[in-house]
């Protein structure tokens, strides 16, 4: 990677790299995982290595949504964006698409140069060393519901998390549409029982808004009613996505 | 409090002694606070210090409604009939009314013994010695709109706090209803800054269930909104209820 040169603040020089950043937001509300409820800064990067059927952030997946609307950003607009923000909580949260695709260890060291705690939510697709420097990762594996949940991605889901340390915080995030993605889960959970395990309830894509928080409630209760009858998930924590239940399905919150 | 002597499980004796116990039930999930999301067991017993205005268990603190419903059960009992419920978590969480008004240190003890996990919920009134012995202390101090948040209930919560230790990872839990209880908060968590935060949206009781889960999420969309914005509490963690997500205001889920 270039090095970023010292510049005024939000003024790119040519020879600073650029990432494709499709929003960000907040202050808001972490919705899901380890996390959830903490106030948090987000910034989600386009493009991504997965095509989850279900996948509730298409804008940031698909390269022609990703080529159209996604601005290319460099490490210090990135924290000049994130610092004309009202003013608020310390996390900031990297997401996508998968932000791992990216080489964002320069960001990772600015931010926390600012005094900010910086999360990451990645699928556990692709390994990058940037990721042992962050205050908490979240490695989200895609069951089979997603479609993304062959040999290829179980091995390679298994060499990213070879090298989790300690030191990143790290949680299992399992987003659970139906049966077959728990008894996944719960495979994920005996192969790593070191990690924390949070289990998110599936929102639904494309309903309406009283169709999807109907969905949403009603695959919730199922999830806790499976969960808390094993013995085998009881380190295990259910949560819906709470910023479906706060704002819906509007984005940029 | 007398010892209670060896018997065969659910064989009270005359000398043993016995609780008001309004509800047993689980295998569900903690709705609320440093736990919410967890598998777990409830044990609720009969009997408040407390009226506060929003109470969503009036029928664990009206004397008139614990007299009429609550069952009078031992220890042993109250370990059996955890025994007989479907098997699942290690979380056994218990609640009120206010425990605290009661002497459950053998209880805990057994608990324990059973290879059970002990939370107690407790809106820190009263200190009782068996309370450093639980595994997760839930104290749930009401804020001004419970009509119970004055001089004299704001020192005995001090007196309390005086007598928490880490070991049993205690957590302070504030049900917010508005702007008041939301100042509140900080300055509990201004004068208790080691104490983890967890904002709680009040929900309206008496209501339909469409106008409470309305009520609820736009009183959750407005405390993640307001608390977001807050630098002196980005260490909160904002929650819903999420039992009421799961079960609208079904008794005994």
């Known amino acids: 990677m270039l090095a970023v040169p010292a510049t005024k603040a939000g003024q790119p020089t040519a020879v600073a790299v650029k990432f494709p950043v499709v929003e960000i937001f907040g202050p808001t509300i972490q919705g899901e995982g380890p996390d959830a409820g903490v106030p948090a800064y987000f910034v989600r990067f386009g493009g991504c290595d997965y095509r989850c059927t279900w996948c509730d952030s298409m804008h940031a997946v698909d390269p022609a949504e990703v080529r159209a609307h996604a601005e290319r950003l460099t490490t210090e607009q990135i924290a000049h964006r994130l610092g004309a923000l009202p003013s608020g909580p310390d996390l900031v949260v990297l997401s996508g698409g998968n932000p791992a695709l990216l080489?964002?260890?320069a960001l990772v060291r600015a931010l926390k140069q600012d005094g900010r705690r910086v999360a990451v939510e990645t699928q556990g697709s692709r390994w990058r060393d940037w990721l042992a420097d962050?205050?908490?990762?979240?490695?989200?594996?895609?069951?089979?519901?997603s479609g993304m949940a062959g040999p290829e991605e179980l091995g390679a889901l298994q060499a990213f998390l070879d090298n989790v340390t300690l030191s990143s915080a790290p949680a299992l995030k399992i987003v659970i549409f139906d049966q077959v993605d728990l008894e996944w889960a719960v495979e994920r959970h005996r192969?790593?029982?070191g990690l924390p395990l949070f289990l998110s309830a599936g929102t639904d894509v494309g309903l309406r808004e009283d169709e999807t928080l109907n969905g949403l409630r009603g695959r919730y209760r199922w999830l806790c009613e499976a969960v808390a009858r094993?013995?085998?998930?009881?380190?295990?924590?259910?949560?819906?996505?709470?910023?479906?239940?706060?704002?819906?399905t509007a984005m940029g919150v």
């Not at 094993?230 to 819906?248: E, N």
């Open 230 to 248: 094993r013995a085998d998930l009881c380190a295990a924590r259910v949560l819906p996505q709470l910023h479906v239940i706060a704002w819906g």
């Open 134 to 145: 962050v205050d908490r990762l979240v490695i989200s594996p895609k069951p089979p519901s």
């Open 191 to 193: 192969d790593h029982p």
């Open 103 to 105: 080489e964002l260890g």
